[in-house]
Antibody, heavy 122, light 111 residues
């Protein structure tokens, strides 16, 4: 059974850096074609893809947020970490991590973690 | 504005059929990249419902089906049940943006 769980601060101040951790089980990030992605969802709004890291340490970022995002993995501890700099109130939302795989026709995401709500406010 | 366009809401009576459209362009669905669908029940995380345009993961009822044609895709739900009330999102890859993209979401109401 594959599970993922996000953790991190529930409240950050504007201009601070957000660090989120995704701890997963049931798969390994050393397995070919496997990856972990991050997706966020502002309250009442749509899903937005943020970043993705693959088993071979290849990393992909949302073009609109690339300057602010860093994704990394700790394969020995089954963790993926996402950092987002210069947080703003518009970054408030629920942040999800999800497993993904390299698929010729285009990756899908799943299973998903339960999500963690991050509020940006002074 | 989402890259993939979905109707904000659809509704149907129990037992009826509902369809949700997802319209893209030549850089995503028409490229052609696959379309995937997610169900998000109130207060929960998204769940993969359809992958690769038409494929249901294990455990997804066959009342749910997906299709794709040209630059659009559709999710059909037959035999609507009250527990199908949720937000539904389509997702694909866009090679113009070099990004995975989601639709704006559709709220399904079962009347």
């Amino acid at each position: 059974q594959i599970t993922l769980k996000e953790s991190g601060p529930t409240l950050v101040k504007p201009t601070q850096t957000l660090t989120l951790t995704c701890i997963f089980s049931g798969f390994s990030l050393t397995t070919n074609d496997v990856g972990v992605g991050w997706v966020r969802q502002p309250p009442g709004k749509a899903l937005e893809w943020l970043a993705l890291i693959y088993w071979n340490d290849a990393k992909r970022y949302s073009p609109s947020l690339k300057r602010r995002l860093t994704i990394s993995k700790d394969t020995s501890n089954n963790q993926v970490v996402l950092t987002m700099t210069n947080m703003d109130p518009v970054d408030t939302g629920t942040y999800y991590c999800a497993q993904t795989s390299v698929i010729a026709g285009g990756n899908w995401f799943g299973p998903w973690g339960q999500g963690t709500l991050v509020t940006v406010s002074s | 504005q989402s890259v993939l366009t979905q109707p904000p809401s659809v509704s149907g009576a129990p037992g009826q059929r509902a369809t949700i459209s997802c319209t893209g362009s030549s850089t995503n669905i028409g490229a052609p990249y696959d379309v995937h669908w997610y169900q998000q029940l109130p207060g929960t995380a998204p769940k993969l419902l359809i992958h690769g345009n038409t494929n249901r993961p294990s455990g997804v009822p066959d009342r749910f089906s997906g299709s794709k044609s040209g630059t659009s895709a559709s999710l059909a739900i037959n035999g609507l049940q009250t527990e199908d009330e949720a937000d539904y999102y389509c997702q694909s890859y866009d090679n113009g943006l070099s990004a995975w993209v989601f639709g704006g979401g559709t709220k399904l109401t079962v009347l």
